[in-house]
């Protein structure tokens, strides 16, 4: 059985009706329930974790039962405290599986990892933008079509500041003539690391069940693998 940990900052849904009407258990609950289904009920066992909590919920306890960390952000990066990132930094070095979700390009702990700004162009107008399976043959496209279709969404363009992916999954295509790396595989010592564009706070991204299958996918592909390091010795 996997443990995924989902954290969120549960600062929109708390602030904003048009956020709260999309998601009114917060972001965090709804990435959740994409694996409590009956069908995945022996599979995982899920906990989640939030930017107000002590140690934002990311205690020593909790990651190092946690086999992958779904992350997202927005508007609070700057409050995650540096050793709460270090903790994070510490466990995907030992293996544990990292998903960073949407506008979490900007975490504190993306941009450690990746070591660049994670700067990009953005444009919040609600329409349409289709993610081109690029690799095919990925264990995280298992399942897809050539191309998931989302009605509306906001816009994420290219120049993306991140090196170049391991893999590249997705390419994004929006209405504006814009695209943009929306899929991007990295390994960091022996964890794995999957960046995935889509997941606006004011659209149901994470109800459309291509990309509940995407998330699903990636938290297998980012699992720690037989015989990978879960630790390298006593914390000082």
């Known amino acids: ?12 849904e708390r602030e904003d009706d048009e956020v709260a009407a999309v998601y009114p258990d917060g972001i965090h609950e709804a990435l959740a329930d994409i694996f409590r289904t009956q069908e995945t009920a022996d599979e995982y066992e899920i906990q989640t974790a939030t ?10 306890n909790v990651l190092d039962e946690t086999d992958v960390l779904l992350w997202w952000g927005h508007e609070a990066h700057d409050e995650v405290a540096d050793d709460i990132v270090d903790r994070v930094q510490e466990r995907v070095l030992e293996g544990m ?17 990746m070591g660049t700004t994670c700067s990009l162009q953005w444009r919040e107008d609600g329409e349409t933008e289709r993610l081109w399976v690029v690799d095919p043959g990925h264990p995280i496209t298992d399942g897809l079509g050539e191309c998931i279709e989302l009605p509306e969404t906001e816009m994420y363009g290219e120049p993306f500041d991140v090196p170049e992916p391991d893999r ?31 997941g606006h706070e004011t659209y149901p991204i994470y109800e459309n069940e291509e990309i509940q299958q995407v998330l699903r996918n990636a938290v297998e592909w980012a699992s720690p693998r037989e015989g990978a390091p879960r630790s390298f010795g006593e914390r000082a």
């Not at 059985?1 to 929109?12: L, S």
């Not at 930017?51 to 020593?60: A, Q, S, V």
């Not at 999954?169 to 794995?192: K, L, N």
């Open 168 to 198: 590249l999954v997705f390419t994004s295509w929006f209405e504006g003539g814009e695209v943009f790396r929306s899929g991007c595989c990295y390994r960091r010592g022996s964890g794995r690391i999957f960046y995935f564009r889509p």
């Open 97 to 113: 599986g990292l998903l960073v979700l949407h506008s979490a390009h900007y975490s504190k702990i993306f941009k450690r990892l």
């Open 1 to 12: 059985m996997r443990t995924i940990t989902v954290w969120n900052e549960f600062r929109h």
């Open 51 to 60: 930017l107000d909590e002590p140690e934002h919920g990311l205690t020593e």
